[in-house]
């Protein structure tokens, strides 16, 4: 027979000896050394002092440490809302240790992190963005001579059913109905209404229809293709190590290459200050984009300024002759720089350091779909998830690993090479048969040279050249 089980009852006094260590995690304490080497908890404190009151008065404010380590756990962990930051922080041993909150500690309330966000202005998350950028710099992460740049979707906390439009204030569903009476359909057959909405020539506009919970979400196409409120992050990269120079999100419906070249120089703006230069110094030699970007006017501005465009024209059969000479120039550049060999190297540098940027952080980050609104509060949240980007990528310089998924995924692979050495090992010992290459004939002074060959016996069911358990491993991805 068993007896159930029943928590004891509460104790009046708990010796601290029998309270439950919390656990430190090995990532997380990485992180936090990474974060001592660079002063983090100094400067941080320095930049958020102006936003708290110091007259010793009323209860004390949260450490602004804490909330940027708990923003940085949101990236790490992907957890898109600062609620369930919150919960995953007030949760987790490993990341209690990391914040510096012990067991008999409640973690800051998610609302405690909205009125932090509000406090500070978009200014302290610039200087803190630039703060970790300076750390690459020491550790030469940041090379400053080619940029690339590219722009993403996200998915605003708005809906499409809650549109009203500018003119009559009307909501969607309201001017559809009137329209349809207009139009002798019963305005309340729902069906008949949607059928009549379907079949009816329409355009979402902009400039039509405005969402009244979050005016600067605008409506366009999703990364899926559908159409949704929408949000545009921008990064702005070095394409020599992958570091993000500048972040921003931009509104949904403009155009990619508008303001390229102001975005450009304000990268540029960023490399003087992290390297010590002058201001004006340009140390940047290309600009590389896709076609999106292809705008005469921006293009120009760049080329005049000794700035190398790297974009591929959107129109393969361009008629050159109805162009003015000097656009006709800034085409022809940037075609010809596109071409050659060092312009494609480039364009592929783009594609593999950019989008990774954008997994990281939007769909590995928890941003992809935000839970705030306000194009203010978005890009507070998108600066510092880039900032961390930068601070995981730091980390993958010193420690070989940049996220926990990263550092879990590498001990599963040691353990799992463990397992191979072994079973080579005793296959060598009991004279099983293996199979070795032309170039090589292993021996037994070298059994780790049966890592890279199969085992043609009864181990074989236990280990293949692709493992079954091993399909779905995060050892695949970069994450």
């Not at 997380?28 to 708290?52: H, I, S």
């Not at 120009?300 to 465009?309: A, D, F, S």
Request: net charge positive.
């Amino acid at each position: 027979m068993f007896k159930a089980h029943t928590p004891p009852p509460p104790e009046l006094f708990v010796p601290a000896c029998r309270l439950v260590r919390p656990a430190t995690s090995p990532f997380y304490k990485k992180l936090e050394q990474t974060l001592q080497a660079m002063r983090f908890a100094e400067a941080v404190r320095e930049l958020c002092a102006g936003a708290y009151s110091g007259n010793g008065l009323g209860r004390p404010g949260i450490d602004p440490v804490v909330y940027f380590k708990m923003l940085m756990v949101g990236f790490f962990e992907n957890l898109a809302s600062e609620r369930g930051i919150a919960e995953r922080c007030q949760d987790s041993l490993a990341i209690r240790s990391f914040l510096g909150y012990d067991l008999t500690e409640n973690t800051p309330d998610h609302s405690s992190l909205s009125v932090i966000r509000n406090r500070l202005g978009e200014d302290t998350y610039d200087r803190v963005f630039m703060l970790i950028l300076r750390a690459l710099q020491e550790h030469g992460l940041v090379k400053g001579r080619q940029a690339g740049i590219d722009a993403s979707v996200i998915e605003a906390n708005a809906a499409l059913r809650s549109l009203v439009n500018r003119q009559t204030e009307e909501a969607y569903w309201d001017y559809v109905r009137r329209l349809a009476a207009e139009s002798g359909i019963d305005p309340k057959d729902p069906a008949a209404v949607r059928q009549f909405d379907r079949k009816r020539p329409k355009k979402m506009s902009n400039q039509e229809w405005v969402n009244p919970h979050d005016p600067d979400a605008k409506i366009g196409p999703t990364k899926a293709g559908a159409t949704d409120m929408i949000y545009k992050p921008e990064n702005t990269v070095d394409l020599d190590t992958g570091a993000i120079l500048l972040a921003e999100v931009r509104l949904g419906h403009e155009p990619d290459a508008q303001d390229l070249a102001r975005h450009v120089l304000e990268a540029q703006e960023n490399i003087n200050e992290v390297q010590g230069l002058p201001a004006g110094t340009l140390t940047l030699k290309s600009a590389t984009a896709d076609k999106g970007y292809h705008a005469v006017p921006e293009m120009g501005g760049l080329q005049i300024e000794g700035i190398r465009t790297i974009i591929s024209d959107p129109v393969k059969h361009r008629k050159m002759e109805k162009l003015a000479p000097t656009a006709r120039q800034v085409v022809r550049n940037a075609k010809r720089s596109a071409q050659s060999q060092s312009g494609k190297d480039l364009l592929r540098r783009r594609g593999r350091h950019i989008e990774r940027t954008f997994a990281h952080i939007l769909d590995a980050g928890g941003a992809r779909r935000t839970t705030l609104r306000g194009l203010v509060n978005l890009n507070k949240r998108f600066k510092l998830a880039a900032a961390t980007y930068n601070l995981s990528q730091l980390m993958r310089k010193l420690f070989g690993v940049g996220t926990p998924k990263q550092w879990a995924a590498g001990a599963k692979a040691l353990c799992y090479w463990f397992w191979r050495l072994l079973l080579a090992v005793w296959a060598e010992t009991v004279g099983c048969k293996v199979t070795s290459s032309a170039s090589f004939q292993p021996t037994w002074g070298k059994p780790w040279l049966l890592l890279w060959n199969p085992i043609e016996d009864s181990t074989s069911r236990f280990f293949t050249a692709n493992p079954p358990f091993l399909e779905n491993h995060p050892i695949s991805t970069g994450c």
